[in-house]
Structures are given as C-alpha cells and as structure tokens.
C-alpha cells in the first residue's frame, strides 16, 4: 500500500519529499499499531500453530512413537477447519476490496 501511495504522490507531482516522507512515516506508524493487523496476525499464527501440530501428530504416528489415530485425526481436522477458516476470510475480504473498488464516486 505504501509503495502505491508513493508512486501515485511521485506521479501526480502534488508533493515533495519531505510530504511523501513524511506520508510514509505515518503509514508505517498506523500500520505498526494497529489493533487489525495484529489480530489478523494473530490468526495467522494460530493456522500456523495447528498445522505443526498436526504435522508433528501425523508423523509421530507414522514413526509409531505413541500418537492415536484418534490424536492425529482430530489434529489433522482442526488444522484444516482453522485454514478453511482463514481461506473463507480471506475470500470475503478479497470481495469486499472488490465491490469497494467497483462503487463509483
């Protein structure tokens, strides 16, 4: 976002350096602190987390080291609902962007 910020303002010609500086300083402060990003973030690492578990499940019971298949089946499941999860808010929110960029001012 920051890199289309610059290149419209270095297009335009409406602003110095020290606008577009200043611009990117702010962006990249709002971006830091931002409850949003660091919930999506959050969530992110949690697909992530309970892919591991999944992967460490499955291959523990593939070396036989103690692992159910119980255990690694409800592991698998969990991991695949939490990315069907994250693909389904990723979708929406690619729809969202979409029809926003459709409206006409």
């Known amino acids: 976002m920051l890199a289309a910020v610059n290149s ?3 297009v ?3 602003a110095g350096a020290n606008t577009t500086n200043t611009l990117a300083a702010q962006t990249t402060q709002t971006a830091a602190s931002s409850p949003f990003a660091d919930l999506i973030g959050d969530a992110v690492g949690q697909v992530n987390q309970l892919d591991e578990q999944a992967h460490a499940a499955v291959t523990g019971l593939m070396t036989g ?5 119980h255990q690694a089946m409800i592991a698998t ?5 939490a990315f069907e999860l ?13 029809s926003v960029m ?3 001012f």
């Open 77 to 81: 499941e969990k991991a695949n609902m």
């Open 12 to 14: 335009s010609g409406a």
């Open 8 to 10: 419209v303002m270095a």
């Open 65 to 69: 080291s103690g692992v159910d298949v």
């Open 86 to 98: 994250a693909l389904a808010v990723h979708n929406k929110a690619v729809q969202a962007y979409q």
């Open 102 to 104: 459709g409206m006409q």
